[in-house]
């Protein structure tokens, strides 16, 4: 039977480092996956330091989440990387479109993108009837 989660707990269930299986129950935020490693936050040091305990992922049999937190902290990630893009749209110019309009700047302006003209060869051979050499 699978015990009932509180809104915005997680329980890990893992092997210590002598093979005893352990469960912890914590808040969403004290559990974390990083580098192959689930972390745990285990407090603070007397400098308010997080101390962190750190499980490699082959020690871990599970992780419980609430799903209504969970779903929670997606949708708030979501909106932090669409935060992020916008960001970065307006400071870069990543939409080109149809190539004349590559995006806005910093300050609103619209930046075109450059207008290629086709250079023909002059007939013209100066003065002298010689062609016209830069000068040294």
């Known amino acids: 039977m699978v015990e009932q989660l509180e809104l915005g707990e997680?329980?890990?269930v893992y092997e210590d480092e002598d093979g005893e299986?352990?469960?912890?129950?914590?808040?969403?935020?004290e559990i974390v996956y990083a580098r192959d490693h689930w972390m745990l936050r285990q407090g603070t040091?007397?400098?308010?330091?997080?101390?962190?305990?750190?499980i490699p992922r082959d020690r871990v049999y599970r992780?419980?989440?609430n799903v209504q937190a969970f779903e929670e902290e997606?949708?708030?990630?979501?909106?932090r990387?669409?935060?992020?893009?916008?960001?970065?749209?307006r400071k870069i110019p990543v939409d080109v479109g149809d190539g004349r309009e590559t995006g806005r700047g910093?300050?609103?302006?619209?930046?075109q993108a450059p207008t290629r003209i086709e250079v023909e060869e002059?007939?013209?051979?100066?003065?002298?009837g010689e062609r016209d050499e830069p000068r040294q």
């Open 122 to 128: 002059s007939d013209d051979h100066g003065e002298h």
């Open 81 to 89: 990387i669409e935060s992020i893009a916008s960001d970065i749209r």
């Open 74 to 79: 997606a949708q708030t990630m979501k909106r």
């Open 45 to 54: 040091d007397d400098r308010d330091n997080d101390l962190m305990k750190q």
């Open 21 to 29: 299986v352990v469960k912890e129950t914590l808040d969403n935020e």
């Open 106 to 111: 910093t300050r609103g302006e619209t930046h």
């Open 63 to 65: 992780v419980e989440r």
């Open 10 to 12: 997680a329980t890990i």
